[in-house]
């Protein structure tokens, strides 16, 4: 008798054991996952420190009306939830001479340039309060070379809407630093 239980259940075993682990087992399986962007808003200025000087053009003539540079590059990279952002400017340190102005305007990024780079606004005249220079940004990166960015054409120049010629003094090396901010549109 222990015999043929012994052969039974070897039968047994051969025959149902596999189904039931078959059965205990599946061919798809799953796997969750979490996956996000992350938002960026990345600013970087590239440039050697500009020099801008209105020199005298000749015996009986007035200063040089202007002098521009456009040299700075604005690297960017910008990922954005929904809402756009704005690229803002203003002096923080330092104050333009007296009958003088400074400005500045943002020129289209080269072909380096990818995604949505935003609306380029017009010449602003730089103070201490933020003046938008490029609106609506999105999602976009300005690449890493030595001409990417944003070109920043600074220029400064005589102020012949406020101020008169007499009042000009002569100075040298007047330090001005200019803050580049970029937030979201409200």
Do not use: W
């Not at 222990?2 to 078959?22: D, E």
């Amino acid at each position: 008798m222990k015999l043929l239980n012994k052969i039974v259940f070897c039968l047994f075993a051969m025959l149902i054991l596999p189904f039931s682990s078959a059965l205990g087992q599946g061919n798809t399986a799953t796997t969750n996952l979490s996956l996000g962007i992350s938002e960026v808003s990345l600013l970087q200025a590239t440039a050697s420190p500009i020099s801008l000087q209105l020199n005298q053009q000749s015996a009986g003539l007035s200063l040089e009306a202007s002098k521009s540079d456009s040299t700075a590059r604005l690297k960017a990279s910008s990922v954005i939830t929904s809402t756009t952002r704005n690229l803002s400017a203003r002096i923080t340190s330092g104050t333009v001479p007296t009958g003088t102005i400074l400005q500045l305007v943002v020129q289209t990024p080269n072909a380096s340039f990818v995604g949505s780079p935003g609306t380029i606004n017009s010449t602003v005249t730089l103070d201490n309060t933020d003046r938008t220079i490029v609106s609506n940004i999105a999602t976009c990166y300005t690449g890493t070379g030595a001409s990417d960015g944003y070109p920043l054409k600074f220029t400064f120049a005589l102020d012949s809407s406020t101020s008169s010629y007499a009042n000009l003094r002569a100075t040298t090396g007047t330090s001005i630093t200019v803050t580049l901010t970029l937030s979201h549109t409200y």
